[in-house]
């Protein structure tokens, strides 16, 4: 959370991003009320003409409509639109704005019309294949305003201050996300892959932790389930007693208390040097991300399994698992490929095969997929605790395989898995709420790159991705 926080109590950040969430919480009935008695006085002073969300910032005017105007920047920070019959992204346009401040477009039982995707291919061409993969509405539903931190498209004041908190975070530190050199910092580690991606993931604040799930409204989790404090990501792996232990029984050589931890990606490059004391000490490797790695499991077996473990515990799974990886590598002849890697601008689409094998037993699924690119197969497999269904372990493999292709720099992608069900839930012909979080966070990943399709295939095309989830498995 805010440094602020972190000295004890609550800050003046906490306050003064409670009070724009509640400014934004204004601004919200103010653009979803026009007629209402406060909105008319208010625009009839202050617009004249210009729609309340395009009115700008005047050096002369009161406290409070600047207030208003406040509220109304932060809403709109993390704010789409349901495209309906489009007219209102054109109104946009029309006004010579170009876009709107945020276009992307939240799309939950809409699909599409023909008159929809014409509006978008005069008005974003340069996003219409991503958008035709949304489907705006069927029934010519108006263009609506909504909230992207909660499910329902409407406004809270508790997720707006979520937002607003984030908000002065990344102001705080400008370089949050700059800071970490993903290669050295991640794909250059002497580490298991499924740890970088893991790595990723939380660089990426893509970690499905208290936090960022309450700001997206997805589950039910939102606080640590030893203290009660925000679960963030410097909560649950550094800040939380729990964690603290954990780092303290690491027996660094040099003294590293997890409290004093600020900010993960300027110190993470430092944390991946801390050499360990025997007979904890890993040969070689660092030892910090198989931790992360281990809290996290610990964590998931907490909340999902009703099983806890002890410090103790957590930090012998971590270093057996560093020592275990380090062996296998030793056992291979020949050095494995360096799966996700960085970046090179491919022509023509790669095609991602994805497959997933699931044991309901030990709720374990072996995930596995090929990327096809420029006539070159690589292979792929993963595996993942907790999986509830078969199902499930698909949307978790065509996941992990988006977050690999992201990592490996790939632009255009064809996806293909041969459960329909996924495939169906994706293009929102049929949603599971099962898949729910799983099925956005795909549609989030897809978002990186130029253009993704889903598709459905054969049982008998996909033998190769099959062949990989069972191996992991
Ligand atoms: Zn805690």
């Known amino acids: 959370m805010t440094k602020s926080k972190q000295k004890g109590g ?22 979803h009320n026009p007629s209402g008695l406060l909105s008319r006085v208010l625009m009839g002073k202050y617009c004249g003409d210009t729609p309340f969300l395009q009115v700008e910032h005047r050096a002369a005017e009161s406290h409070g409509w600047k207030g208003i105007l406040i509220g109304r920047d932060l809403m709109l920070s993390n704010a789409g639109w349901a495209i309906g019959n489009g007219e209102y992204v054109n109104i946009w346009t029309n006004l010579g704005l170009a876009t709107p401040p945020k276009y992307d477009l939240w799309v939950q039982h809409h699909s599409s019309t023909p008159n929809g995707q014409a509006t978008i291919q005069q008005v974003l061409p340069h996003e219409e294949e991503r958008i035709l993969i949304l489907k705006p509405s069927k029934t010519g539903a108006p263009d609506k305003l909504i909230w992207l931190g909660t499910c329902s498209g409407i406004y809270t004041t508790k997720t707006g201050y979520h937002k607003a908190l984030e908000l002065v975070e990344t102001a705080a530190t400008p370089a949050a996300t700059a800071a970490i050199d993903w290669e050295k910092g991640i794909w250059n580690l002497q580490t298991a892959s499924k740890i970088k991606l893991f790595l990723w993931k939380i660089f990426q604040r893509a970690l499905p932790v208290g936090e960022l799930l ?15 404090t925000v679960e963030s990501i410097n909560h649950l792996f550094f800040h939380c007693e729990f964690a603290r232990k954990v780092w303290r029984l690491a027996l660094f050589s040099t003294c590293f208390d997890s409290r ?18 025997p007979p904890v000490g890993v040969a070689t490797g660092p030892l910090a991300p198989w931790i992360l790695w281990s809290l996290w499991l610990a964590r998931n077996n907490r909340i999902f399994n009703n099983k806890d473990a002890t410090p103790e515990e957590v930090i012998t799974k971590a270093t057996a698992a560093a020592h275990e990886w380090l062996q296998e590598q030793k056992a291979d002849d020949k050095p494995k490929t360096n799966p996700p890697r960085q970046s090179l601008p491919y022509p023509n689409s790669t095609i991602l095969h994805s497959d997933a094998a ?3 037993d030990l709720h374990l699924a072996g995930l596995g997929w090929t990327i096809d690119e420029e006539g070159q197969t690589s292979s792929f497999m993963s ?7 078969p199902l499930v372990a698909e949307g978790l493999a065509l996941c992990e395989a988006l977050s690999c292709c992201i990592a490996k720099g790939l632009r255009r992608i064809l996806c293909k898995s041969d459960s329909l069900r996924l495939i169906r839930a994706l293009h929102d012909e049929a949603p599971v709420s099962e898949i729910y979080g799983i099925v956005a966070d795909i549609l989030n990943l897809s978002l990186a790159f130029d253009f993704v399709s889903f598709a459905w295939t054969q049982r008998s095309e996909n033998k190769a991705a099959d062949a990989l989830a069972r191996q992991a498995l």
């Open 10 to 31: 609550l800050g003046f950040q906490d306050f003064e991003s409670f009070n724009d969430a509640f400014l934004a919480k204004l601004s919200w009935r103010l653009h």
């Open 214 to 228: 309450a700001v997206r409204n997805i589950g039910t989790t939102q606080n640590c389930t030893r203290c009660d």
């Open 260 to 277: 004093g931890l600020l900010d993960l990606a300027t110190e993470w490059q430092h944390l991946c040097t801390l050499k360990c004391l």
């Open 358 to 360: 699931w044991r309901g």
């Open 383 to 389: 595996h993942c605790h907790y999986v509830n269904s």
